[in-house]
Nanobody
Framework: QVQFVESGGALVQPGGSLRLSCEVSGTIFRILAMGWYRQAPGKERVLVAGITVTGSTNYADSVRDRFTISRDNAKNTLYLQMSSLKVEDTAIYYC???????????WGQGTQVTVSS
């Protein structure tokens, strides 16, 4: 019922910028929060940035001063603006939606971000 279209992942040089987008469609239901997770090679999937239904945000310490999460409710789209990218930011980035009903999580297909010179 829920479909994600993730885009924006690319190969970028260290210090560069990217903006990831996640357009959500399907059955409308109450959403508690949305966020971006990433999984780097050899590591577990971790939260990068989240935003609640009220608009409050939180960030992983590693990206706090470089990434910005935002949303456009009219377009049902979640964004992650990434600046000053580092090699260690290389990962697959996943869009996440948490529904209020049973706190069920829905995941996008992921988009690859590669930071390399």
């Amino acid at each position: 019922q829920v479909q994600f279209v993730e885009s924006g992942g690319a190969l970028v040089q260290p210090g560069g910028s990217l903006r990831l987008s996640c357009e959500v469609s399907g059955t409308i239901f109450r959403i508690l929060a949305m966020g971006w997770y990433r999984q780097a090679p050899g590591k577990e999937r971790v939260l990068v940035a989240g935003i609640t239904v009220t608009g409050s945000t939180n960030y992983a310490d590693s990206v706090r001063d470089r990434f910005t999460i935002s949303r456009d409710n009219a377009k049902n789209t979640l964004y992650l603006q990434m600046s000053s990218l580092k090699v260690e930011d290389t990962a697959i980035y996943y869009c996440n939606l948490m529904a209020a009903n049973m706190r069920k999580n829905y995941w996008g297909q992921g988009t690859q971000v590669t930071v390399s010179s």
